[in-house]
């Protein structure tokens, strides 16, 4: 066998670590770059730079670089042009379309689903019932209770104390009439809901009440009645009487529209003019009712409930 030892040269030594020396030094060795004519060989830039500095350079435009071009990218519509870039918008768009073809399908569903059914009538067929689908409930209707509340109680009690002078008809079609003799036997239908704002006054002429309401309104006949004057006066505009049984008379004025003309036959409740503020004697939309018995004029308040 044969061994054999070797060493380095001592100059070879030498001249690496100076290599090594020469090479971290010179990422600081400065170098000068000048930029000059080559006609005339002026200087027109130099600068004085170094590997180190170069290298910090090139990396810090780098790092720059890239974060211009992500924000441009995340905030500018550049992003579309990218391939594989997901878009939201699209994402959105792709959403609600699903959900239209999701309701879509289960409308057409149902559709055939009807058309079936009337197939199966027209042909005679039995109709087949999917149970499953069904939903039975079982509701145990003996255990309900049916509790009145104070509004309840309330409110009835209101309905019918508006409703006390309304018609009242027996079987046979005819009014029930306690005492023939006596007005308040008659069963006046209200001409008008409203407020009332000029009450009847014979000292003051004003032989009816005024009844503020919205406008055109129907006003209704309180008795079965004749039209006998349907037409239009300077003072209270378009007024509308009807003659009624027992010499009773009833006179609405100020109206708008009339509905009939004279001679007609009118029913208690039927429709006759529309409420307005024709003519002078008038400050806004409201009816001007009178109530006559015997060529005297009496106060409707008594026997009708306006209100």
Do not use: C
Not at 138 to 162: C, G
């Amino acid at each position: 066998m044969i061994v054999s030892f070797g060493f380095l040269p001592l100059h070879f030594q030498m001249a690496k670590q100076k290599k090594n020396k020469k090479w971290y030094n010179n990422l600081r060795s400065k170098y000068r770059l000048v930029i000059f004519n080559d006609q005339t060989f002026e200087d027109r830039l130099s600068l004085r730079l170094t590997r180190l500095n170069v290298f910090i350079f090139v990396f810090s435009f780098g790092i720059i670089f890239m974060t211009i071009t992500f924000i441009v990218i995340a905030n500018t519509s550049v992003k579309k042009y990218i391939p594989g870039y997901p878009d939201i918008d699209d994402k959105r768009q792709l959403y609600s379309l699903n959900i239209l073809a999701d309701s879509l399908l289960l409308d057409i569903e149902k559709k055939n689903r009807y058309i079936a059914s009337f197939k199966n009538i027209f042909e005679e067929d039995p109709v087949q019932i999917n149970y499953d689908e069904v939903e039975i409930t079982n509701l145990h209707y003996d255990t309900i209770q049916n509790i009145k509340s104070i509004n309840d109680s309330t409110l009835r009690a209101e309905f019918e104390n508006h409703s006390m002078h309304n018609l009242y008809f027996n079987e046979s079609g005819q009014f029930t009439n306690t005492n023939e003799n006596s007005i308040s036997s008659f069963n006046f239908f209200t001409p008008l809901q409203g407020i009332i704002t000029s009450r009847f006054n014979l000292m003051e002429n004003h032989f009816g009440i005024d009844i503020v309401t919205s406008h055109n309104e129907a006003v209704k006949a309180t008795l079965d009645g004749t039209v006998v004057f349907s037409g239009w006066t300077l003072e209270t505009g378009y007024i509308i009487s009807l003659q009624h049984e027992r010499n009773f008379i009833s006179v609405y004025k100020h109206n708008s529209v009339l509905l009939k003309k004279e001679g007609d036959h009118v029913l208690a409740g039927e429709p006759i003019a529309i409420s307005g503020q024709s003519g002078e004697l008038t400050t806004g939309p409201h009816l001007h009712f009178e109530l006559w018995e015997n060529g005297n004029p009496v106060n409707p308040e008594e026997y009708i409930l306006f209100n």
